[in-house]
């Protein structure tokens, strides 16, 4: 009789932590299913046309005529002060991302506000979506390296167009941002990480910060190192 009792105590036990077990599994498996499914092709796409817009404007060079007073023809100089404007935008960009996006709680397509505050792994509700980061990041770099290049065609080239200078300030980065924006707000397989709205939302403050950022750096550093002709201007 006794060992019948702690044989179907034993079954019971089984049974209890077999079932306890496949509750957790299930409870663990709902936890990590994404509430809205998105599309990570169109993410990566986003992703890489950001960074080369950004990148191109970074890394772009000053292009300017050089004047009669000195040896004359076009120039190509890069300055350490490019890291001011550089820096000054990507803190500004942080804090789109962090402060702003949570005080205004703008919730990606597919997610809900309560869903966002969660933060479940994987969830594609993980943070806000608008003002759009990328959009702002990738318009901005287009509004800073528009401001370059018309500073440095009418005020350092006297109106000389340099074809170089204009892809790489203007016609990359252009393409750049559109192809982020457009990359954002595609459906594709799944949602898209934001609407246009929230797209809109970072796209033209972006692209107006942008343009400051660039037109107070363009004007305050002349894009000559001075003498002795350098590549780099320290």
């Not at 300017?64 to 040896?71: I, L």
Request: proline residues 5%; contains cysteine; hydrophobic residues 45%.
């Amino acid at each position: 009789m006794r060992l019948k009792l702690v044989a179907a105590g034993l079954t019971a036990g089984v049974l209890c932590a077999g079932l306890l077990t496949a509750l957790a599994e299930g409870t663990a498996h709902a936890q990590i299913q994404p509430i809205a499914e998105r599309d990570a092709n169109w993410d990566a796409v986003s992703q890489i046309s950001m960074v080369i817009g950004v990148t191109t404007v970074s890394l772009m060079p000053r292009v300017y005529y050089s004047s009669p007073d000195a040896t004359v023809g076009w120039k190509a100089r890069w300055h350490i002060s490019q890291l001011a404007p550089v820096m000054t935008y990507t803190a500004v960009t942080l804090f789109v991302d962090g402060p702003i996006k949570d005080a205004i709680e703008s919730p990606r397509p597919g997610c809900t506000v309560e869903d966002t505050l969660l933060q479940l792994p994987d969830s594609g509700c993980e943070t806000f979506g608008g003002p759009s980061t990328h959009a702002f990041a990738a318009w901005g770099a287009f509004g800073a390296g528009t401001s370059i290049f018309l500073v440095d065609t009418l005020n350092y080239s006297d109106g000389e167009f340099h074809a170089g200078a204009f892809v790489g300030n203007m016609a990359v980065p252009f393409t750049a941002a559109l192809m982020t924006s457009i990359a954002r707000s595609q459906d594709g397989s799944g949602l898209s990480a934001e609407d246009a709205g929230q797209n809109v939302a970072g796209a033209l403050p972006g692209l107006g910060i942008g343009a400051l950022v660039g037109f107070g750096y363009a004007m305050l550093q002349e894009p000559d190192c001075g003498y002795g002709g350098y590549l780099f201007c320290w």
